[in-house]
Structure formats: C-alpha cells, structure tokens
C-alpha cells in the first residue's frame, strides 16, 4: 500500500501495536476493534502471538462477565484466521490453539461453542492424526489438570446436541473424529462407538419423521 512503500514494515509494527492493545486495553470496544484491525493487517505469526491470544482467551473465559464474552469472540475469530494461515506442521507445533478451543466447549454460550468447533473442524481436516509424531505431540500435551477433569473432546461435543444453534456443528465434527483412533485425546472410554451412534440417533429420528410427513 501507499504507507508501506514509504515507511518500511510499517504494516508488521501496527499489526504488533494492535495486538497489544486487544490484549491489554480495559476498554472492551477498543480490544474488539483492535483485534478486527490485527486480522486485517495479516501480521507474522509467531509463538509469542499464539500465546497471547490463547491466554486472553482464558482469561476472558475464567473472568465470563459479557464484556469478556464479546472479547472472548474476536479471540476465537482471529485464531480462526491464524489457522486458515499457518501451515500445517505449525498447528502441530501451536497445539494450544487446539486445546484453546477444547476448552472452549465448556461454555454455555452458543457463538463461541460453534466457533470453537470450526477451529477444530478446521485443525483436523489439516493435521494428519495418524501419523506417529502428531500422536505423541498430542498425547503428551493432553490436559491432565483440568477441572472439571478432561474426558475425550468427544463428550464435549454431546453437550452441543443438546441446542439447536450448536447441534449441527457439534455433529460435523464428530463425524469427522470418528474415524481418527487417538482416543486418549477424542474418546478414552470403550464406549465411543456406542455414543456416536446414540448422538446419531435423536437428528436420524427427525429426518426420517420430517421425510414421512413430506410424503
């Protein structure tokens, strides 16, 4: 553009200056814009950057006022973005965007429960999980201190049939998990079979009701 053929990596340093602001600004008007000005800006992703939005992300879901509610939303938007960028041996090596997300579907809140789920529907379209190396990155970044305790992203993913406004994305990415075998991290239960089919089961009914009643 016309300011950066003058001032040399500008676009970098504003990108940067926003970044900080969206973190650390107590006006929550100003974080969300800032976040919307990094996404446009397209700066370099670094671990430092990932750090920070995934810690703002839960520090925003730990305070849960509405005001870190619609923050907590640009956040989930700009990692959706920093994923469509990285390559795919980053998302590897930037796992807690991944486990970001997992945590994210605790909430009770529809927009960032579906948000959530395309982060990681987009993750696992890209991530080969059944190469040995992406398994033990995985396993070994397992949360094992999580309250309440971690189960399998799986069962987190039966919460949101439970909505209408979550039900399809919960069911597209458990279509996608259920083929992977990392069960330590999708479904550490010998069940998991038995509960995709019971998920399966209630949206199956109403399509074959909603069929007879067309006919």
Not at 9 to 34: D, F, I, K, Y
Not at 82 to 100: D, E, M, Q, Y
Request: aromatic residues 8%; charged residues 20%; neutral net charge.
């Amino acid at each position: 553009g016309a300011f950066s053929d003058t001032y040399a990596g500008l676009q970098e340093e504003w990108a940067g200056e926003a970044l900080l602001w969206a973190v650390n600004c107590p006006n929550t008007h100003l974080r969300c814009r800032s976040f919307q000005i990094f996404r446009s800006l397209h700066g370099v992703i670094t671990s430092e950057t990932i750090s920070l939005l995934v810690s703002c992300l839960l520090r925003c879901k730990v305070q849960c006022t509405p005001e870190d509610c619609a923050v907590s939303l640009e956040v989930l938007w700009t990692l959706s973005t920093v994923v469509s960028r990285l390559v795919t041996n980053k998302l590897v090596l930037f796992n807690h965007i991944f486990w970001g997300a997992v945590a994210v579907l605790h909430t009770d809140f529809e927009e960032e429960y579906v948000l959530a789920c395309a982060i990681l529907s987009s993750i696992v379209d890209r991530v080969n999980f059944s190469e040995k190396a992406v398994q033990v990155v995985f396993q070994a970044s397992c949360p094992k201190h999580w309250m309440p305790r971690f189960d399998g992203i799986q069962r987190l993913l039966l919460r949101g049939l439970a909505s209408r406004a979550t039900e399809a994305a919960s069911l597209r990415l458990l279509h996608k998990l259920m083929p992977l075998h990392l069960e330590e991290v999708f479904h550490p239960k010998h069940d998991r079979l038995l509960s995709y089919l019971i998920a399966l089961f209630p949206p199956t009914l109403c399509g074959v009701l909603a069929a007879q009643r067309a006919s």
